[in-house]
C-alpha cells in the first residue's frame, strides 16, 4: 500500500545557515519558505512516506492559488480568472531536487485546490453575479487545468482538493463538469480529495473523472459505508487530524483492518487490496504542532506496514 499525506504541513520556519543561503540573504535573493519546504520533506522521507508533498507552506490552499492568477486582488474577483503561470512547479522541482539526494524511489504529488472550493472562499466584487456563477467555476477550472498541465510531467499523481462538495453548498454535476475540465490531458493518476460526511453524496462522488476517490474514516468513520460500492481506488485517511492527541498504531491498525475487511467483499477490490488503498491522513496538517504531525505520520507508516505484510 502506498503511503502518502494529503498536502499541507507544519510551517517551521528558520534562518539561513548554509555559507550560499546566507549569501542569498544578503543580495536578497533568499527563500524563507525553502527550510520549511526541506523540514517538511525530511519529516515525511524519516517516517517512510512514499509519495511526498512540499508542505503547501506558502499559504492556505486558496491562498496559494489565488494569489497567483489574472483577475484577483487578494481574495476578491474583480475580473475574469485566468492562469498567469505554473504556480506550484518551482516548489514542486525544488522538492524533487531535494529529495533525489536522499532517496531517489519516491516521488512528489502534485496538489490543487479544486475549482468548487476556490469559488467558495472568495468575494466576487466583479464580472462574475456570485460565488456559484457557473462561468466563474469553468474559468477556475480551465486555469487549474493549465496550473496541472504544467507540472504533471514532474508528479507521480496529481490531487484535487475539494472539500466544500461534503457540505452540499455546490451543485455536483457543475462540479463533475469543472472535474472534466480540469483533468483534460491529465496523463499521470489523478485524485479528489473530499473530506466530511460524504456518505449522501458518494453514489455521484464515484462517477466523477479520477482514479482515486480519497476521503477521511478516522474522524467520519461513516464513510466506511462507501468502501461496499466504491469503484475507484481508495484514498484511506486513518488519522484525525483535527485533534492534537497522537492516533496510536493499534488505533490506526484497527481502522485500516475495519476497511480493508470491508473491501474485500467488493469485487472491484478482489486479490488487489494493496494495489487499490492509498494510506493517508484525514486532512491536511498544517494547524497541527510538528511534533504531533510527525507522531501521526510515524505511527500511520508503521500501522501500514504491519497491515501489508499480513495481506502479502
Known amino acids: 500500500m502506498i503511503k502518502t499525506v494529503v498536502g499541507s504541513y507544519p510551517v517551521v520556519k528558520g534562518k539561513p545557515d548554509s555559507i550560499p543561503d546566507k549569501i542569498k540573504k544578503f543580495f536578497g535573493k533568499y527563500d524563507k519558505y525553502e527550510y520549511s519546504i526541506k523540514k517538511a520533506l525530511d519529516d515525511q522521507l524519516n517516517v517512510g512516506i512514499d509519495i511526498l508533498s512540499d508542505g503547501q507552506v506558502r499559504g492556505d490552499m486558496v491562498e496559494i492559488f489565488v494569489s497567483n492568477m489574472y483577475g484577483f486582488e487578494g481574495r476578491r474577483v474583480v475580473n475574469r480568472v485566468e492562469f498567469v503561470k505554473p504556480i506550484t512547479l518551482n516548489d514542486i522541482k525544488y522538492s524533487l531536487k531535494y529529495i533525489s539526494k536522499k532517496d531517489p524511489k519516491k516521488g512528489v504529488k502534485g496538489i490543487i485546490t479544486g475549482a468548487c472550493t476556490l469559488a467558495s472562499s472568495i468575494r466576487v466584487e466583479n464580472y462574475y453575479t456570485d460565488n456559484k456563477d457557473e462561468n466563474l467555476i469553468y474559468d477556475l477550472a480551465r486555469a487549474l487545468n493549465k496550473e496541472a498541465l504544467s507540472i504533471q510531467n514532474h508528479v507521480k499523481m496529481i490531487q484535487f482538493d475539494e472539500p466544500i462538495l461534503s457540505t452540499g453548498l455546490y451543485d455536483l454535476e457543475v462540479a463533475k463538469k469543472a472535474m472534466d475540465i480540469i483533468t483534460s490531458g491529465i496523463t499521470v493518476p489523478v485524485a479528489m480529495h473530499v473530506c466530511g460526511d460524504v456518505s449522501k453524496i458518494f453514489y455521484k462522488l464515484n462517477e466523477f473523472n479520477v482514479d482515486i476517490l480519497d476521503h477521511e474514516f478516522a474522524s467520519c468513520r461513516k464513510n466506511l459505508e462507501v468502501l461496499n460500492e466504491i469503484t475507484k481506488k481508495v484514498g484511506f485517511g486513518c488519522i484525525n487530524t483535527k485533534i492534537k492527541s497522537v492516533d496510536s498504531v493499534d488505533e490506526v ?60
Open 253 to 312: 491498525k484497527a481502522l485500516i483492518s475495519e476497511g480493508i475487511e470491508i473491501l474485500k467483499n467488493n469485487s472491484k477490490f478482489e486479490g488487489s487490496i494493496n494495489d487499490s488503498v492509498i494510506i493517508d491522513p484525514d486532512c491536511g496538517m498544517r494547524l497541527l504542532p510538528v511534533d504531533v504531525a510527525y507522531s501521526k505520520l510515524n505511527n500511520m507508516v508503521t500501522a501500514a506496514n504491519e497491515i501489508e505484510k499480513d495481506l502479502i
